[in-house]
């Protein structure tokens, strides 16, 4: 009798959940996994780091001439031009990107001949050839870009008026028409309508409307390489109307220039992420002037029908 309760409370003892006799296999519970733990990896993987709100650029170019709208405004001594842009995403989807910009510019000269401040025996700030300041909002959709923004061009060395302006620019990103037959190239097409408020750009002597149309064929090469290069050609023809461009007959004239050039730019990824993406771009233009520009040019050194221009940027985008 003895040795049948024995073994009815042996078999309680197995059956019970939970309970263990020892020497039998014990389940590690520092190896049981967590449903935490099972639930975090799969969460990281699936989450996508949020969109950017807030974006900036800084930037330094230096170029052989500064070339405006056709305009030759140097062609003597070292040119630089520093800018910087800081801009805010409002919207940004995947139907619409919505952004609010805000941009600084400058020319800076080591030739000083247009600054009236030299002729007067004082520098009055005569390196500092222009600066230029210019706030806008943009949109994206469907390949679009629209910008509106408001210009205003001013001389810390006295070397010309303000100016200011108003511009339309409207794009469009034909790259996703390529993809089957040459992936990574696009024309990206473009108008932009600048209008004069008041002062001026061009070389006319009221205020006038500057109409500019361009394509931008860019070729991507090396894209899975750590330094992929992206070559574009930039086409652009410079249209003035209501006196923007003017010759020196006092003759209101529609065709300001035409230039042909081209970029190669490339990604610095040695300088490391944590420092921003930075890039360095190569260019070189041929412009070909119109009858007012030309006229304009013959005082600032541009004798010729036609001037070279290169230019080397480097940027930092955070």
Request: glycine share 12%.
């Amino acid at each position: 009798m003895r040795k049948a309760y024995r073994r009815l409370a042996m078999a309680c003892l197995l059956a019970t959940p939970g309970m263990t006799l020892a020497g039998t296999n014990k389940p590690d519970a520092a190896k049981t996994p967590d449903m935490q733990e099972l639930a975090t990896p799969l969460t990281l993987a699936e989450a996508a780091p949020p969109p950017k709100k807030v974006y900036g650029i800084v930037s330094a170019t230096y170029a052989t001439d500064y070339i405006s709208r056709g305009v030759l405004l140097e062609n003597q001594g070292v040119i630089v031009q520093p800018a910087a842009e800081i801009g805010f995403n409002v919207i940004q989807s995947d139907q619409m990107k919505v952004t609010i910009y805000g941009d600084v510019w400058s020319s800076l000269h080591g030739h000083h001949e247009f600054a009236p401040g030299d002729s007067q025996g004082s520098d009055h700030l005569s390196s500092w050839y222009e600066f230029d300041w210019w706030a806008g909002v943009g949109f994206e959709f469907s390949g679009i870009t629209a910008r509106l923004t408001y210009y205003e061009f001013l001389s810390p060395s006295d070397a010309f008026g303000t100016a200011k302006n108003l511009e339309l620019f409207l794009g469009y990103n034909d790259a996703a028409l390529w993809e089957n037959t040459l992936k990574g190239f696009a024309l990206s097409p473009y108008v932009k309508f600048f209008l004069e408020l008041d002062g001026k750009a061009g070389t006319g002597s009221d205020e006038g409307l500057y109409v500019e149309l361009g394509v931008g064929p860019a070729f991507k090469f090396n894209e899975a390489g750590q330094y992929p290069v992206t070559l574009t050609i930039p086409v652009t023809v410079g249209l003035g109307f209501s006196d923007f461009y003017g010759s020196a007959g006092g003759d209101d004239e529609t065709f300001g220039f035409a230039s042909i050039g081209a970029t190669a730019s490339v990604p610095l990824p040695f300088i490391g992420p944590e420092y921003g993406e930075w890039s360095a771009t190569l260019g070189g233009f041929y412009y070909y002037f119109g009858d007012g520009t030309h006229d304009f040019n013959n005082g600032t050194g541009g004798g010729s029908r036609s001037e070279w221009q290169g230019t080397f940027a480097i940027a930092v985008k955070f």
